[in-house]
């Protein structure tokens, strides 16, 4: 499987990275298809990126009126709450760009999840212009990596690894005793573009495991992040120092 490494200085290199590789997919996207289509992630490592793309230099880069917003994954909390996904991105980007509201298309953690979870798969239908068998092609989708490998809310060993049926799904976190609502791997699979986005020491373990044997051996469930193969997309991962502190 063919994917690109690159491994930056630190986190912030690595969001000035990722926020190259944003604008140009906007680009890319709005000039091949006339709208750029992106799914967000959650944690840490994109919030920094988030924060770079709302300043002017970038900001005035981006076609706000034809991008769409989308979330890889979302917690079952309300919209305001600290861990909230689409707060996060709110705060940090979307509150500070002219992107119009009709744009945005939240997963709603507020709601039971299995109804977040209908909701946001009628309206991924709906905005995609769906036939009942078909997927989305997000033009970029950006994920991260827990230490335990998994991404979105993708987590090893669960049953909706397996889910080849449902766009999006409602998942219970056991280690977190929570539920959360998640893009399924056919979805992420698809998209135009998949990047990820990791750093810190902490990921570092995994990441050997995960990214050994350069991605090309089918693998188990232990690290849903190895799962993402785009079958034509690219694959990107951008990686911390730290991050890949203990790759060969
Ligand atoms: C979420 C995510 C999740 C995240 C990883 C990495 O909602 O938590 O989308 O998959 O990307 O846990 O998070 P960090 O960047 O904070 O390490």
């Not at 909230?84 to 705060?91: C, L, V």
């Not at 080849?164 to 791997?185: F, G, I």
């Not at 990921?203 to 089918?218: I, Q």
Request: glycine share 6%.
């Amino acid at each position: 499987m063919n994917f690109e490494l690159i491994i930056c200085e630190d986190k912030n290199a690595l969001a000035h990275e990722a926020a190259t590789r944003f604008v140009a997919a906007a680009e890319e996207s709005i000039a091949a298809r006339g709208r750029f289509r992106v799914a967000l992630s959650g944690g840490s490592t994109p919030q920094v990126l988030y924060s770079l793309l709302s300043e002017p230099a970038w900001r005035e880069r981006i076609a706000w009126n034809k991008t769409h917003v989308f979330w890889g994954d979302e917690r079952n909390v309300p919209l305001d709450h600290a861990d909230s996904n689409y707060r996060m991105a709110r705060e940090s980007l979307l509150a500070k760009v002219p992107i119009p509201e009709a744009n945005v298309h939240r997963i709603k953690g507020e709601l039971e999840s299995t109804d977040a979870a209908r909701e946001y798969e009628d309206e991924l239908r709906r905005e995609f212009g769906l036939e009942s068998n078909q997927l989305p092609n997000f033009d970029l989708v950006l994920l991260g990596m827990g230490a335990d490998g998994h991404t979105a809310s993708l987590f090893p060993g669960t049953d909706v690894l397996r889910v080849t049926d449902k766009l999006v799904a409602s998942v219970w976190v056991e280690k977190l005793q929570t539920h959360r609502v998640t893009l399924t791997l056919p979805v992420l699979c698809v998209s135009h573009r998949a990047l990820f986005l990791v750093a810190g020491a902490d990921k570092a373990e995994t990441l050997r495991e995960v990214l050994a044997g350069g991605l090309d051996e089918p693998t188990d469930t232990r690290y849903p992040s190895q799962l993402v193969r785009p079958i034509t997309g690219s694959l990107v991962w951008l990686l911390d120092k730290a991050a890949a502190s203990l790759l060969p």
